[in-house]
């Protein structure tokens, strides 16, 4: 399963970190109104980040998550999925019914938003911005790691728990199939006690990237479940510390610095 309803990122707030924040609504391509939340930093560093949510998609969650990400120097932004099926004016809170939206996603339109939110973290600072990533939970996971093959420009992509392997013959395009095509750096971060993402599905990514040529770091925690980054799962405070603190060095150390 994902994240409980009631979760939250287990970062502590640090004050007076973010410029400001906002929700919005972005159009794809495709004439798609997406929700969004915004988080600026006030003192950038050049980076800035599309934050991809998880099943419950624009979930407070993942606002709180793209205000500790400005609060660390990066501009975030943190998009929803369900446009197309549940319009724009319902709040994806904890009564929100996600299951039958997920099941109407698909690869060309959850790839029209995704393009949409990159160029909207790209212009709406001018100068801002040198270097664009993703990050992503679950389903957000999977595909923060497809987002390094969609000719975006990354400097990275970094996915929690998403799987990067087949479930079944059905389940393709996934991460594996188009590591030959992945362009940036790449972070995996994993639960070693996750059912979902078998030690072997980590292996055969970690593989398919090395053999690719794709610079990237896989890092798994022994006996964290799946959805570990969880500020109620006090039990797996120490790899939630450790899994942000590798997504900040891994931005750090691949952000260009702005003009």
Not at 45 to 60: F, K, N, Q, S, Y
Request: net charge negative.
């Amino acid at each position: 399963m994902c994240f409980d309803l009631d979760s939250r990122p287990p970062i502590p707030p640090i004050a007076g970190g973010a410029l400001d924040s906002e929700r919005l609504v972005l159009t794809a391509a495709d004439g798609n109104r997406l929700l969004a939340f915004r988080a600026r930093a006030a003192e950038p560093t050049g980076a800035g980040i599309v934050i991809l949510p998880d099943v419950r998609g624009l979930h407070p969650f993942f606002e709180e998550l793209a205000l500790r990400c400005a609060e660390a120097g990066i501009d975030a932004l943190a998009i929803d999925y369900f446009g197309r099926t549940a319009g724009i004016d319902t709040p994806r809170g904890e009564t929100f019914e996600y299951v039958p939206h997920v099941q109407a996603t698909s690869r060309e339109g959850l790839t029209a938003d995704i393009r949409a939110a990159a160029a909207d973290v790209r212009e709406a600072g001018a100068g801002r911005v040198s270097s664009l990533f993703t990050i992503g939970f679950c389903m957000g996971g999977r595909l923060a790691f497809m987002t390094a093959a969609m000719k975006l420009d990354l400097a990275g992509a970094i996915g929690f728990y998403g799987r990067p392997t087949p479930r079944d013959d059905t389940d393709h395009p996934v991460a594996v199939d188009v590591a030959g095509a992945m362009r940036g750096s790449v972070l995996g971060l994993f639960g070693g006690a996750d059912a979902g993402i078998p030690p072997e599905s980590i292996e055969a990514f970690d593989a398919a990237l090395t053999d690719a040529g794709v610079d990237h770091r896989i890092v798994t925690y022994p006996g964290a479940p799946h959805s570990f980054f969880d500020r109620k799962a006090e039990e797996y405070a120490d790899a939630s510390a450790a899994a942000w603190s590798e997504v900040l060095d891994f931005v750090r150390a691949r952000t260009a610095p702005t003009a």
